[in-house]
């Protein structure tokens, strides 16, 4: 319960204060006094968890219609359920007066009620009005939090003392920010202060503005007072402006409205206000009210001492004024008229009479105390959040200080650390206006503003409302803080002999300008030379691969050159660093810009010209450019050997020290000559920038041109690999120039020195990919090529970690980069001669060597070839095109040609997988490929699961190509039946089997992949017995029957007439058997005296027949096992007739078999048993 002092306390004030209130409690006494207990106190029902009682302190007497701004806050918070949740805040407020109306027995009054509601429960006090030192001084004492709203004290904001309190209303001296800021903005480094004494706070203000001017380096030309200033008193403004105009351009008037008036009435009767050159600067604390924004020189009030002429108004031009900024919320009118409806209840009590009510406004207060209630209860909401304790002062100003809120006004305010709201203050001026009759005229509007940088004690930045509408000056532009020539013209003095002085200098520097006017017109006119400019219809374009028949082109030393050229890889034009040309009889290199067009705009040209006359023996020679449309070209001299990238990548070329040294050092003075240049730096550093010349001489390119080759499209792949060379900090900007540094130079240098040494890439045999290693140099995590496997000095090492540090600043220049590596280059000749032609001896040592290793390697990928061509062509046929001899088709009389499919294979291809398919006809066409080796056949084609086999051609065989073809038959169906599908091993594959005999034409048909094609009837008549066949059996024509039976040995069934598309019906034959006896006699019929060692090489893959769990193992194979091992015996015989051959090979005539040319039977590469 509320102990029975404050109740008294309470209701005594509502007394005075109102007696109509007050009547309203006697008509139902205890009922309503216990329900004006609730409302202070907070107790009743209510449906919270609990409740934050905090206390106001006010002064009902002043500014009394602002007081319900409190009970609105009160309730905007209860009803926010982002604020206090699970709580409800209430209030109790005390009428304690101001400190300077109170009487002598009241001075304790605030303490007392203070002590009081702490006792009751109260965790804050809001307030109170004028001096709040004593209460700051309680309530740090306590370490409960204060918040003021209406206190301009600025004692109070030493936090040493009273560090609970805070305050929303804006210290007096807050304003001297933005006054300064506003001189800053305009540069205007000096001023004169013109201050007053009233209001109260103007002394205040002058200090501040004088302390801070001189913090930020603007000086205070001085300082004028006046006091108890009466109103037209003009002598006494007259005599400031006297003292004063001739010492400055800008004044800061700090004073009453009237005075001011009255001192820019008297800037105006000595028309220094006429031109613009002077400008005031008014501080005033009333807020800027637009419904007045006519009444120029009126206050709020009626002032009858402001005189309102036409030409006095228009004295206001020069005047900025510096007021609290007018509330930008769009609902703040009707916010003020809640106030002022919750002000005449309870416990204020405020009478409302709506004719004196309504010519009076809300006081801007109002707003300081709801903001105040509201960024405690925010600060609050905090603190319980973390679990503190909300009568912790110190927490809870920690919620307040040094942050931004959003005021009810409408604007963003900043509480420094000193609990000391910054203020919202706008600047006012002079502009043209319209009146309500279209009338043109001027008015007072807000013009600029200032806007605070949080955390941050700096300056507050003036920024304009909008830029279309800033600040009139009378001559046009802004006014300057000192006259060009002084205040007493003495910068302007011009004495005779200075005259002289400016005279002999303006004609020294007349004779200067006209000497680099000179040296401009010839550097104008190198500029606009174009012997640069290459004509494409000049240069003759090496195609790849022909360049080097063209170098062949000669004869005597030049020509032995050129061969021993053509043997060295690096020199290949097939694989030259970039296109290749003669211009003028020179071989040149032509590196292409990707752009449509180029235009030659000044720096263009002043590339060009600084890039053509760079001379140096490690500086690529630049011939010129070509900029026709299409053809964007750039022209250098030609290095043979390629890029150091291409001289590292090649293996079988041994670098040994001197080698590594000379280029090493090659790239050392290039660098160093093109640092010194017009160039500057090179930024593309890499290896395959570096070219090497025919002499061994390390020569640097791509570097300038860099608007030349602005623009053009390039591959993100290449790009990526450029950047392995990059410096890190390169890697980091986004937009950095191609033109690079020197220190990035230095970075890449330190990677082409890892990737010589080591010769295992730039990065060494790291696994990261490019763009993880781009990555992470880019991220600044120090990554680097390791060094440990290195084989090379320590010194050297070292050398590389300094040049790719992390830091650019610690990376050393080429020249300290030569004295470091002196180590290095110590086994180089003094004598450039001496060394290229040492170098060039090395080389030449090494070269016989490596010819004979390629002529291996040729004679090897022959081998390989051919192998190849035999598979894809029959073997006659191959060796004629190897020949260069056309192969024409030719007509053969009679052939035997074999198609087999597998029945079912659609279904079955249906229930498996791809993979699962490709599998099957893998096993498949491995078991034929291996049966079809041992017979007089030539594999066609497949396609799907059919098989295509001919006997008879390319080299006919007589009958015996329709007995090939039927043994071929026999054995790939019994082969087929064992065969095993893997993932279905149950199912057998149903093999079905056609054979036809007949006429038949076949040629080469196809360039890019040349296939040996059959064409003709019989083709079509044989794929119809396969397709009219039935599966496990061999379908045969009559002609094949008739054929077989010539042979002899072969068993048939017929079949009998069946109905073939396009033939009608025929008669057919199922081929049942064989007897393997008579195909042995008849092979051995063959006349061997006719064999050559060739042919007896090529036997046993035409007659060996493996015998395994996958091919067949009966009484044939093996007869046909001893067949071969005779014939092996016969090669072995044939091969001690020929000792000085080196291989055994069969004569490619082959023996007349009745009439017919026979295809090769056996061959032997080496003299192994089958």
């Known amino acids: 319960m509320i102990p029975p002092l404050l109740v008294l306390l309470l209701l005594s004030q509502a007394i005075s204060r109102d007696p109509t209130c007050f009547q309203q409690l006697k008509d139902t006494k205890w009922t309503n006094y ?131 309190f805070a305050r929303t209303l804006p210290p007096s001296t ?55 200033y009466i109103p037209k008193d003009i002598k006494k403004m007259d005599k ?59 206050r709020a009030y009626i002032d009858p001492f402001i005189d309102t002429d036409a030409n006095h108004t228009l004295a206001f031009r020069s005047v900025l004024k510096l007021t609290p900024s007018h509330p930008r919320n769009p ?101 043209d206006d319209m009146d309500d009759n279209g009338t043109k005229t001027m008015s007072m509007q807000p013009v600029g503003y200032f806007q605070y940088h949080e955390n941050n004690t700096s300056l507050p930045e003036f920024k304009y409302f909008n830029e279309s509408r800033k600040i009139q000056w009378i001559g046009g532009e802004v006014p300057l803080a000192e006259p060009v020539c002084g205040f007493n013209g003495r910068k302007c003095h011009s004495d005779r002999w200075r005259v002289i002085v400016i005279l002999g200098g303006l004609a020294s520097l007349s004779f200067i300008a006209a000497l680099f006017a000179f040296k401009h017109y010839r550097y104008e006119q190198k500029l606009a030379c174009l012997l640069w400019k290459i004509d494409m219809r000049e240069v003759t374009i090496i195609p790849n691969g022909q360049g080097e028949k063209s170098m062949m082109l000669c004869s005597g030393q030049i020509c032995r050159q050129s061969i021993l050229r053509s043997i060295a890889p690096e020199v290949s034009p097939k694989r030259a660093y970039t296109n290749i040309g003669f211009y003028k009889g020179n071989t040149v290199a032509i590196k292409a810009v990707h752009k449509r067009s180029v235009d030659i705009t000044r720096n263009i040209r002043k590339e060009l010209k600084q890039i053509r006359e760079l001379r140096h023996e490690n500086i690529i020679t630049f011939v010129g450019a070509c900029v026709d449309a299409g053809n964007i070209c750039i022209f250098t001299e030609y290095c043979a050997r390629g890029s150091l990238e291409d001289v590292l990548a090649n293996e079988d070329l041994h670098l040994d020290n001197m080698f590594v040294s000379s280029l090493v050092a090659d790239i050392i003075k290039g660098m160093i000559y093109l640092h010194d240049s017009e160039i500057v730096s090179h930024g593309n550093l890499r290896s395959s920038n570096c070219l090497v010349d025919s002499r061994w001489v390390l020569q640097i390119t791509d570097f300038g041109l860099h608007e030349f080759k602005a623009g053009q499209e390039e591959d993100d792949s290449l790009e990526t690999r450029r950047k392995l060379w990059r410096a890190p900090e390169l890697l980091k900007g986004a937009h950095c120039h191609p033109r690079g540094t020197q220190k990035g130079d230095v970075y890449s240098f330190a990677i082409i020195l890892h990737e010589v040494v080591g010769r295992s890439g730039p990065w060494g045999s790291t696994q ?59 086994g180089l000749k003094p004598n450039i001669f001496d060394n290229m032609l040492a170098i060039m001896e090395k080389y030449a040592s090494n070269l016989e060597g490596l010819v004979q290793e390629r002529t291996n390697q040729l004679t090897e990928e022959k081998k390989k070839t051919d192998a190849l061509l035999n598979r894809m062509l ?164 009559h002609t094949t029957k008739d054929l077989l039976d010539r042979l002899g ?15 009608g019906e025929m008669l057919t034959y199922w081929l049942v058997g064989e007897d393997t006896a008579m195909r042995m006699a008849r092979i051995q019929d063959i006349d061997q005296s006719s064999l050559s060692s060739e042919r007896l090489s090529e036997t046993p893959d ?20 001893k067949l071969l091992h005779q014939l092996h015996l016969r090669a072995v015989r044939a091969y001690k007739k020929h000792r000085s051959q080196e291989m055994l090979t069969i004569s490619k005539h082959t023996p007349k078999v009745s009439g017919h040319r026979s295809e090769p039977v056996i061959t032997f590469r080496d003299t192994s048993k089958p």
Not at 103 to 122: A, K
């Open 240 to 298: 400031l402006v006297a003292d004063s105009f001739h010492r400055t351009r800008v004044y800061v008037f700090i004073g009453e409205h009237v005075a001011l008036v009255d001192f820019v009435l008297c800037l105006q009767a000595r028309k220094l206000l006429e031109n613009g050159e002077y400008i005031v600067i008014s501080v005033d604390d009333e807020i800027y009210n637009p419904a007045k924004k006519k009444n120029i020189l009126l």
């Open 1102 to 1121: 035409l007659l060996r027949r493996p015998i395994g769990n996958e091919l067949l193992s009966d009484a044939g194979d093996v007869a046909a096992a």
């Open 1049 to 1063: 040995g072969y068993t048939c069934e017929e079949r009998g007439n069946i109905m073939i598309k396009g033939k």
């Open 174 to 228: 807050k304003v001297s920010k933005s006054v300064v800021a506003l001189l800053k903005a305009f540069d205007w480094n000096m001023f004169v202060i013109i201050s007053g004494t009233m209001p109260a706070w103007a002394p205040q203000v002058k200090d501040a503005i004088k302390w801070l001017a001189n913090k930020n380096n603007i000086t205070v030309t001085d300082v004028y007072e006046f006091s108890n």
């Open 874 to 1037: 029959p073997k006659t046929v191959a060796e004629s095109l190897k020949r260069g001899e056309r192969v024409e088709a030719e007509s053969f009389e009679c052939v035997t040609i074999y198609f087999s499919d597998i029945v079912g294979f659609t279904e079955l291809s249906a229930v498996s997988t791809p993979l699962q398919v490709v599998e099957l006809l893998n096993d498949l066409y491995t078991c034929c490929d291996s049966i079809i080796s041992h017979y007089d056949v030539y594999k066609v084609e497949t396609i799907g699961d059919a098989y295509m086999v001919v006997s008879g051609l390319p080299v006919r065989n007589g009958d015996r190509h329709a007995g090939e073809i039927a043994s071929m038959a026999i054995h790939m169906l019994a082969s087929i039946k064992r065969l095993k599908i893997s993932h279905q091993p149950g199912e057998p594959l149903k093999l079905r089997i056609g054979i036809h005999s007949g006429h038949c034409v076949a040629g080469v048909v196809g360039l890019k992949m040349p296939r040996y094609c059959l064409f003709g009837d019989t083709v079509n008549t044989a794929s119809r017995m396969e397709s009219t066949g039935e599966a496990f059996k061999i379908h045969i024509s």
């Open 768 to 826: 990261l990919t490019e763009q993880e290693i781009v990555k992470s140099v880019a991220s600044g995590s120090g990554l680097r090529p390791d060094v440990s496997g290195l084989d090379t000095s320590p010194s050297i090492v070292k050398c590389m970690e300094s040049c790719w540090d992390e830091d650019p600043e610690n990376r050393p220049d080429f020249r300290f980069v030569r004295v470091k590596l002196k180590e290095m280059q110590a």
């Open 34 to 164: 216990n329900r004006l207990y609730q409302y202070l106190t907070g107790t009743g029902n209510h449906n919270f968890d609990e409740s934050v009682t905090i206390g106001f302190l006010g002064a009902y007497g002043e500014t009394k219609v602002g007081l319900g701004a409190l009970p609105l806050a009160i309730q905007a918070v209860n009803s926010d359920p982002n604020l206090l949740p699970g709580r409800q805040l209430k209030f109790i407020a005390a009428d304690i007066g101001t400190q300077n109306g109170r009487s002598s027995s009241l001075t304790t009054l605030p303490i007392r009620v203070m002590t009081v509601m702490r006792d009751s429960g109260t965790v804050a006090f809001i307030g109170p009005d004028g001096t709040c030192r004593e209460e700051a001084v309680v309530a740090a004492a306590w370490n409960l939090p204060i918040i003021s709203y209406r206190c301009a004290d600025r004692l109070v904001s030493d936090k040493r003392v009273y560090h609970t």
């Open 331 to 431: 609902k703040y009118n009707a916010i003020s008229e809640e106030v002022r409806r919750i002000s005449a209840q309870p416990p204020f009590c405020v009478p409302y009479h709506s004719k004196i009510f309504d010519s009076i406004s809300v006081p801007i207060t109002a707003a300081h105390l709801y903001d105040a209630v509201m960024i405690y209860a925010r600060a609050l909401t905090e603190v319980f959040a973390e679990g503190e304790d909300p009568r912790n002062g110190t927490a809870i100003l920690k919620k307040i200080l040094n942050r931004t809120y959003h005021s009810v006004q409408g604007h963003d305010v900043y509480i420094d650390s000193n609990g000391d709201a910054e203020g919202n203050f706008s600047v006012v001026a002079l502009l």
